[in-house]
């Protein structure tokens, strides 16, 4: 069975590129090394961020990509945790792993850090760096 993993948006940015270390996170989406979870609130955020750093029609392609893999699973959270306090926007991430039964959250965002001191629901957040390890 294949690990199912939520993506932080920079995390996302950051493997998207062919020239950066990261780039086998992407390829790993395409190549089934691990299930994508996403919400349709995450692939806003995807659309509007890549948007700004590149250009719509990137933004365009990468989310029309992730909505015909087989290795995309989207998830309706039922349930808002609010659990990140210090930055509520990034709940979206934490409600769609909690949904999803996800393995792992990855984001090098510090506000992440707090799920590490929450019993439940247990959700194991890994820095880009660390996940990247996981797939080589």
């Not at 979206?92 to 019993?119: E, G, M, P, R, W």
Request: charged share 20%; glycine share 2%; net charge negative.
């Amino acid at each position: 069975m294949l690990n199912k993993v939520v993506l932080d948006t920079n995390c996302l940015i950051m493997a998207l590129s062919r020239h950066s270390e990261y780039y086998p996170v992407w390829l790993g989406i395409q190549v089934g090394q691990y299930t994508l979870c996403v919400s349709n609130d995450i692939l806003s955020e995807y659309h509007e961020i890549i948007a700004q750093k590149t250009s719509v029609t990137v933004a365009d392609n990468v989310i029309r990509l992730l909505a015909e893999s087989p290795f995309v699973e989207f998830v309706d959270p039922r349930y808002h945790l609010e659990l990140i306090q210090a930055d509520p926007d990034d709940n979206k991430f934490v409600d769609c792993a909690f949904a999803a039964n996800a393995t792992y959250i990855v984001s090098n965002d510090k506000h992440f850090d707090v799920l590490k001191a929450i019993d439940f629901p247990q959700i194991q957040v890994l820095k880009l760096i660390e996940f990247l390890h996981t797939l080589l």
